[in-house]
């Protein structure tokens, strides 16, 4: 009998805040570790951890941000959205509540990106997800 194969869940955080120029930035941080680019903060979900939970502490480890979640925004699932398995995420909105930006956990850097600034190599499906994101605020 074959044992069933799922999907690895994860959750990915679309940091709304300002930036440098003074028009809404995004957060974004640089990978450590492969596959490397610029990503949204973001990471597996812990066993017995609620989507809203993950979402918190994962922008927390990659951003040092606490932040507060305005919405879910949308899942995406595509089975080759990441090269080393079948993962599907959870993107919310936030908005950072407190701290200072600075990369940790498995971030290298740690950024704010404005729409027509975004960094050129970008990690997973996320440059589609930005996208999505930015034709459906206006």
Avoid at 3 to 8: A, E, G, H, K, S
Avoid at 49 to 70: K, Q
Avoid at 88 to 102: D, E, S
Avoid at 106 to 128: M, Q, S, T, W, Y
Wanted: hydrophobic content about 35%; charged content about 30%.
């Amino acid at each position: 009998m074959n044992t069933p194969r799922n999907p690895y869940l994860t959750v990915d955080v679309i940091i709304e805040c300002g930036s440098e120029t003074g028009e809404t930035g995004i957060v974004m941080i640089e990978r450590k570790n492969p596959p490397h680019g610029w990503a949204l903060p973001g990471g597996f979900v812990d066993y017995r951890e609620s989507l809203e939970t993950a979402a918190i502490r994962e922008a927390r480890e990659e951003t040092s941000l606490d932040v507060e979640l305005i919405r879910q925004f949308h899942a995406f699932s595509d089975p080759g959205r990441d090269e080393r398995q079948h993962n599907v995420t959870v993107v919310f909105i936030a908005r950072p509540l407190g701290g200072v930006l600075k990369a940790r956990d498995d971030a290298k850097r740690a950024g704010v990106f404005c729409e027509n600034a975004l960094p050129a190599e970008i990690a997973f499906d996320h440059a589609d997800i930005l996208s999505d994101y930015f034709s459906k605020k206006y």
